[in-house]
């Protein structure tokens, strides 16, 4: 009976001196623990060299990481950042600041008297893609059209040839439209037919009217989309082309950023993005112009895609 007190009072002695060890691991030590409270984020937009070029600037209080997103898409870090508007009318502007009391945000308005008159210049990558009103690409009838490999340009993984503007005749008559517009309209013409690839329709290689893609694949038919260019981006400074929309692409279907589209399955990428790797405006004296893009499919993995236009 001396023996079972004993060890009562022993265990009751060992939860109380757990419970100091648990409740002591939980006290809170130091100033360096306690939150800060959250500044109010505030931010200027100045007027820069013309009325369609700002410069906004972060006055949030404090120490802050700032973060900057456009409704045209467009996105910026760091305390400063220059903005340039095209199109004539209103847009949003949302600071989002990161400090040590937490997470806020504040959205500003700013309007645009009148579009641009210089941004339609080919020199421009919008200018060159979409000229002063509309303009209309295909595939380059040429071998190396579209090729994979490792790094932007590279066709070391796999490189079409020239039998593939035969034998894919019905992906070199799709047609792409850019128009030079605030909407920024893109429209996929693909003449109501495609190329059944080995993840495609029925997948036989061969071509075959719209009807054949599986019910899951439609948006990779013809569609009305939309599309925005930020220039000076990318892997060579030329800037970026975004396709918006469920089945928008350029060139192959399946190939979006990070990855490619499995055997029977249908488009998951509402947008996808495009570096811009070469312009060549009448190359050679001819009357087309060539564009280059390409999509980063993870890794070193690029595919690349060459259009002319029409």
């Known amino acids: 009976m001396l023996y079972t007190k004993q060890l009562t009072k022993m265990m009751s002695a060992c939860c109380i001196i757990l419970l100091s060890i648990v409740v002591a691991s939980c006290t809170k030590r130091g100033d360096n623990l306690k939150l800060n409270p959250i500044p109010t984020p505030a931010f200027d937009i100045v007027n820069g060299s013309n009325g369609n070029n700002f410069i906004l600037v972060n006055k949030t209080p404090g120490a802050s990481i700032p973060n900057w997103r456009v409704s045209t898409g467009q996105s910026f870090s760091g305390d400063s950042a220059r903005l340039k508007l095209i199109f004539k009318g209103t847009y949003e502007i949302k600071l989002i600041v990161v400090t040590q009391g937490g997470l806020d945000s504040v ?4 309007t645009v008297a009148a579009s641009d008159p210089t941004a339609c210049d080919p020199s421009n990558a919008i200018g060159f893609i979409a000229s002063c009103t509309q303009k209309k690409w295909k595939l380059n009838p040429e071998a190396g059209t579209y090729k994979v490999g490792e790094g932007a340009g590279n066709g070391n993984w ?10 894919r005749a019905c992906e070199f008559n799709d047609e792409y439209i850019f128009s030079f517009d605030a909407e920024g309209t893109f429209v996929y013409d693909n003449k109501g037919d495609f190329f059944a690839d080995n993840n495609l ?7 075959h009217p719209n009807s054949a893609f599986k019910p899951v694949q439609m948006p990779w038919a013809s569609g009305n ?6 220039e000076g981006t990318g892997v060579r400074g030329l800037g970026q082309l975004k396709v918006n929309g ?4 350029i060139g192959l279907q399946k190939a979006y950023n990070g990855g490619e589209i499995g055997v029977g399955l249908g488009p998951t990428a509402t947008s996808i993005t495009y570096d811009i790797l070469e312009m060549r405006k009448n190359p050679g004296g001819a009357t087309y ?22």
Do not use: E
Not at 107 to 110: R, W
Not at 159 to 166: H, L, R
Not at 201 to 207: K, N, Y
């Open 107 to 110: 959205t500003k308005t700013v």
């Open 225 to 230: 989309f939309t599309f925005s260019v930020v």
């Open 158 to 167: 796999w490189s079409s040839g020239m039998d593939a503007v035969t034998g």
């Open 201 to 207: 329709g029925p997948q036989d290689g061969g071509c």
């Open 289 to 310: 112009d060539i564009l280059v893009v390409g999509l980063n499919i993870g890794g070193a993995g690029w595919w690349t895609f060459t259009l002319r236009s029409y």
């Open 246 to 249: 469920l089945g928008a692409h």
